[in-house]
């Protein structure tokens, strides 16, 4: 009915045409639309549908989107592009602008945007990666080569600014740390720390630091400095350090520092 519309079994190439704005429709026996192919590329299945594709290959062409709204089972292996020529695939989360994963075909890189976390043996990671388990949680970093200098390490690195444009760090920064939390029967509380600290002002080729021990003392879960170890090599038990050993016990009433058995 209307011109420049039309359908047309063009029978040189065996294809089905169709012509304008004309489109194609699937309906199911209480005649609602389930498929409906329109004349400027566009294939859309309605809720409800199942689209069972059997062909070995289905090609999309580069000027094509795929857009799929609901629920899709996959029950085979899914490969994007080829050994050394590949694409990104990125996936979207609720939260708006840093809650995605982005597998980066340029750098093959797995991004996680800021907001995102991963959780291994946990629904609900806390961290950005957070690795739970009733019968243990492990995590393993292993190197395997026959040079002296490669080693499985452990980085902590801090700045002032931000990431794509640091800044320097100050005199005493808390640089990084390794925190013991145990449960106490109601909630989880601190027992015990390793901490790393700036020791001095730094500069560029400049960075004096320490590390200092923590524990929590029966009846307690608050944290008091055991042991430093200084820029100075200088190490103080229960004290700041103004030699190489340096112990001082500060409870009332002490005579003993230091008991030496053979």
């Given amino acids: 009915a209307t011109a420049g519309q039309y359908m047309l079994w063009d029978e040189s190439a065996d294809e089905l045409v169709l012509g304008g704005d004309s489109k194609l429709s699937f309906h199911d026996a209480a005649g609602g639309e389930n498929i409906i192919a329109s004349s400027d590329g566009h294939l859309e299945i309605n809720a409800g549908t199942t689209l069972d594709i059997t062909a070995p290959t289905v090609d999309i062409n580069a000027a094509t989107a795929l857009n799929v709204d609901g629920a899709t089972q996959i029950n085979n292996t899914v490969t994007v592009g080829v050994d050394d020529t590949g694409y990104d695939v990125k996936f979207f989360g609720a939260t708006a602008t840093n809650g995605y994963m982005l597998w980066d075909e340029s750098t093959d890189d797995l991004i996680l945007g800021s907001a995102s976390k991963i959780g291994i043996g946990t629904t609900a990671p806390e ?136």
């Fill in 127 to 262: 961290y950005a990666l957070h690795i739970g388990g009733d019968s243990g949680a492990d995590a393993m970093i292993q190197s395997s080569n026959n040079t002296d200098t490669t080693s499985a390490r452990l980085f902590f690195r801090k700045s002032g600014g931000t990431m794509a444009s640091p800044t320097i760090v100050a005199d005493n920064e808390l640089i990084g740390s390794i925190l013991g939390y145990a449960y106490d029967g109601n909630s989880w509380g601190s027992m015990a720390s390793m901490v790393f600290d700036m020791d001095g002002t730094p500069g560029d080729g400049d960075l004096p630091g320490r590390i200092e021990f923590y524990t929590a003392a029966d009846g307690s879960e608050s944290l008091s400095e055991r042991m430093r170890i200084t820029s100075a090599g200088h190490v103080g038990i229960g004290t700041t350090p103004s030699d190489r050993l340096h112990i001082m016990n500060n409870t009332s009433g002490a005579t003993t520092f230091l008991t030496v058995l053979s």
